[in-house]
């Protein structure tokens, strides 16, 4: 929707035309999303269903699509012999038992492996060993997918079919890795409207079935200059690279005794410094930007309140959606959509389902168990 589209003229129009919400700001966000073809409010599976399941596997993943969760995200990165993978984290030590089948190479980064070393690594039995509540034998195993398989993943529910929410994760290792998605988005026809598509948005088709992410302004731009079709969102952070900060006090210095109370005192420089990320997340062809949030409860997710009533203002006066990352608890979706977020990156998408009164018909047991798990 241009810009130039006047926010009350639009509201007249869907005025008119019968739609009605509990808010008028929500009714222009839910409009701007529709027209990139995104579902208002979004639910975002954070490396999949990855409080119930190791992240960023078949079991996260397809417990996430069964559940009904919009969009299946990953990070993306590439193997030593060129094939696009899904991981987090730099190194393999984390997910993966690479000390005991590459001792030697335990501190090389993924990267550094090829596709045939990566499947060879199990990548669930982490999660049991970190949440004996939450293990299954059936993790035990669990091999690194390739955004190929994903994409299996993606399709393979008849009655639900979720988008694909993709971060270019360090980009700057991976040179052309905006052009090789590209490529392999087309190959497996993911750039253009899923085959009978209908009129109302939904999830899985029409230009909004991928949204872009980074944390890199560069690659922003790069995706941009291979996908100028295809939302994007510019991740946010205070930090290096990212928001410059009010104070420049590091966490050692601080007097803090956790992380995540520390950042929840960073904030930007000031508004200017704020909107200037605004500026640059939509001249690099951005539809929306990816804020971090302050969790009520703190936790190795807390990290800096970038979704404060003034900043969603500010996104949305600028024709831009806000998708917050990463929120796990009631508390913080209604904090959250309170102060005007468009969707919520969430490790509990059952949970955020059910916020949203959209439960899924089954429970995440018989969904893993239903799906082999």
């Known amino acids: 929707m241009p810009d130039t589209f006047g926010k009350s003229a639009l509201l007249l129009i869907l005025a008119m035309s019968g739609v009605q919400t509990a808010s008028a700001v929500n009714t222009i966000e839910a409009a701007q999303a529709n027209a990139h073809g995104i579902p208002h409010p979004a639910v975002i599976a954070h490396r999949g269903a990855s409080f119930d399941a190791p992240e960023s596997t078949a079991a996260a993943y397809t417990l996430a699509r069964d559940l009904g969760a919009d969009y299946l995200e990953m990070d993306l990165q590439r193997s030593k012999d060129g094939v696009l993978f899904a991981l987090h984290d730099n190194s393999l030590l984390r997910t993966t038992d690479v000390a005991k089948k590459f001792p030697e190479r335990k501190d090389s980064p993924a990267s550094a492996f090829t596709l045939a070393e990566l499947k060879t690594l199990d990548a669930g039995s982490w999660f049991n060993q970190s949440y004996p509540t939450r293990a299954r034998q059936s993790y035990v195993g669990l091999p690194i997918l390739t955004l190929d398989e994903i994409i299996d993943i ?180 209604k904090k959250a959509m309170a102060a005007g977020v468009d969707g919520i990156f969430t490790n509990r998408a059952s949970e955020l389902l059910k916020y949203f009164q959209r439960p899924a018909p089954q429970t995440v047991n018989q969904l893993l168990e239903k799906n082999g798990y």
């Not at 009010?246 to 992380?259: C, H, N, Q, R, W």
């Not at 959606?321 to 796990?328: A, R």
Request: net charge negative; charged share 25%.
């Open 154 to 333: 993606a399709q393979g529910n008849p009655q639900h079919k979720p988008g694909l929410y993709i971060e270019t994760k360090e980009p700057k290792q991976f040179p052309g890795i905006e052009h090789d998605l590209k490529n392999k988005l087309n190959e497996r026809g993911w750039l253009e409207p899923a085959t009978g598509a209908k009129a109302e948005p939904q999830v899985g088709q029409g230009k909004g079935r991928v949204i872009l992410q980074t944390f890199e302004k560069s690659s922003l731009g790069l995706l941009q200059k291979e996908m100028p079709d295809t939302p994007k969102i510019l991740l946010l952070w205070v930090g290096e690279d990212s928001i410059t900060p009010k104070t420049t006090l590091s966490f050692a210095d601080s007097g803090e005794k956790d992380k995540a109370a520390y950042y929840a005192k960073q904030q930007p420089k000031d508004q200017a410094e704020f909107i200037r990320w605004l500026d640059i997340a939509k001249t690099n062809g951005a539809i929306g930007t990816g804020p971090s949030a302050a969790l009520t409860h703190g936790g190795d997710q807390s990290y800096a309140d970038l979704i404060q009533p003034w900043m969603n203002k500010a996104t949305h006066d600028k024709g831009m959606l806000v998708h917050v990352y990463t929120l796990d608890e009631p508390v913080d979706f």
